[in-house]
């Protein structure tokens, strides 16, 4: 079993710009896509799609109580780019490490209160989540 769609909610700001710091963090792009304040989002190529997911309004604001749901871990090419780039849009490094045998791990907070998670995988840990072990 496997993940096959996630919804990131985000907080509409007056620019009316959804996810600006996910977008420049991963380089996604946005599509406005069903019911208002719904973004379908492109993650990859067209031959390699990437994650199936959207932003979604936020149904409730947050209240400095943590994170209150699943933590998404993005696959990244590059640890250190990921972690420039999460300072450089705004976002807060709150763990950085590494995993034997895994990867290099970073979790972070985005301006809007979402917590990430972004890995630089080792090649055979990459391999065997592509092949589902």
Not at 42 to 49: I, K
Not at 83 to 102: A, C, D, N, Q
Request: charged letters at 20%; a negative charge; proline letters at 7%.
């Amino acid at each position: 079993m496997r993940t096959t769609f996630s919804t990131l909610p985000f907080t509409p700001t007056t620019s009316g710009e959804p996810g600006s710091s996910t977008r420049g963090v991963f380089g996604w792009r946005f599509e406005d896509w069903g019911p208002p304040d719904f973004y379908r989002v492109h993650t990859g190529t067209p031959e390699d799609t990437g994650i199936a997911g959207a932003l979604q309004k936020r149904q409730t604001q947050l209240s400095n109580r943590g994170s209150t749901g699943f933590t998404c871990t993005i696959s990244v090419a590059d640890i250190d780019g990921t972690k420039r780039s999460v300072e450089k849009h705004g976002g807060t490094i709150s763990y950085s490490g590494e995993i034997p045998t895994v990867g290099k791990l970073v979790y972070f907070e985005d301006p809007e209160g979402n917590i990430l998670g972004a890995m630089q995988y080792e090649p055979q840990a990459l391999e065997n989540i592509r092949r589902g072990l």
